[in-house]
């Protein structure tokens, strides 16, 4: 095996940077959804709807939602990746509550928090898989997928992501959810174009 094709570990400081850039990007895609009352797919999408609900911040929703998933993480996925999530999906928990206190949005388009708060997202989880992390929840049934079967990431998501922003008709008006459906086609496209076999080796 020559140099070139020798996958490059990343360092601690690597992983550092990326968790707070990727949680970063995911914390203001998930404030200008909420300000704009849109939901997304994943374990993120049913903290959306528990707290349109009930009430309660999403962060502290998101963070209870994931404690279960851990247990799948470490059996499919192992120690490191699990303690990575953990760290991220803490730090998107703490980011998603204080945000709000930091910046707010005097105007904001619901359209272009659609598209903008999907692509952001989009890149923030692009960044964390990219870093063997993700924010739990069905993040990890998906990169089980990808890592045993192939399927990739970005369409087994979209679909999963579809079938929740269905569900989610009961409770939040028709057009809040086809804004949502596009808002969930920029974050899907955003993986499924970059994020597949062959494309990274850095882990």
């Not at 990890?140 to 192939?150: E, N, S």
Request: charged letters at 10%.
């Amino acid at each position: 095996m020559n140099a070139a094709s020798t996958p490059l570990r990343h360092a601690w400081y690597d992983d550092a940077l990326a968790f707070a850039t990727g949680t970063l990007f995911i914390a203001i895609g998930v404030t200008m959804y909420t300000r704009a009352g849109l939901l997304t797919g994943g374990t993120a999408g049913l903290a959306f709807l528990a707290h349109y609900a009930t009430g309660i911040g999403f962060g502290p929703l998101f963070f209870a939602i994931n404690l279960p998933f851990y247990l799948l993480a470490w059996k499919a996925m192992g120690r490191v990746f699990t303690l990575k999530t953990f760290a991220a999906v803490t730090l998107l928990s703490a980011l998603t509550s204080a945000i709000p206190r930091w910046a707010g949005f005097a105007t904001l388009d619901p359209w272009f928090a659609t598209i903008a708060g999907g692509l952001l997202m989009g890149a923030g989880f692009l960044v964390l898989f990219r870093h063997h992390a993700s924010l739990g929840g069905l993040n990890i049934l998906v990169l089980v997928l990808q890592k045993r079967r192939g399927w990739r990431a970005g369409w087994v998501q979209m679909g999963i992501d579809g079938a929740i922003l269905l569900a989610s008709l009961m409770l939040v008006e028709p057009q809040r959810i086809l804004m949502s459906i596009v808002g969930a086609l920029a974050l899907n496209l955003t993986l499924a174009l970059n994020h597949r076999p062959g494309r990274y080796v850095a882990f």
